[in-house]
């Protein structure tokens, strides 16, 4: 859970998955949505960031993101931009926005996508709909739930 399979043509097949953080906004900023929520799009083949997104439309907060993010590999490492964020974003709600990168960044590097049997399984033909069949099968045996449970 928290992420999800995409591909492409079985030819050129850059899998990735989207790791999702999320974070409470502060009570009394008043706002459309209750939370930050930020997407971080994993190639699954290199490791590295290849986009990211913030439900808030801010030009500033997605490009800072995109800067920060974007191109890097996945590595405890990348959690060091989590500073630089906190310096270079300044508002009452940026505490949020650190903890809702943080949450996405560590649910990618502890993910329980076996990236190389996705892509592998992808590549095959084997998904369906982005989901990963031998993953399935594999929580259904160790009573984990049905297929919905992985995304």
Known sequence: MGHALSA???STCPAT???VGLARLPQPLVSAVPSVVVELELDLTTQQIVD??????????????RELLQGKPLTPRLLDCLLELEVRYSASFSTAIVTA???AIKRALHRDVPCADALGSLQAGGA???HLPTQHADARANGHGDDASVR
């Open 52 to 65: 990211v997104n913030a439900n808030l439309e801010l030009p500033g907060l997605r490009r800072l993101l």
């Open 17 to 19: 998955a989207v790791f």
């Open 8 to 10: 492409s043509s079985p």
């Open 101 to 103: 990168v943080r949450a």
């Open 128 to 130: 369906r709909n982005g």
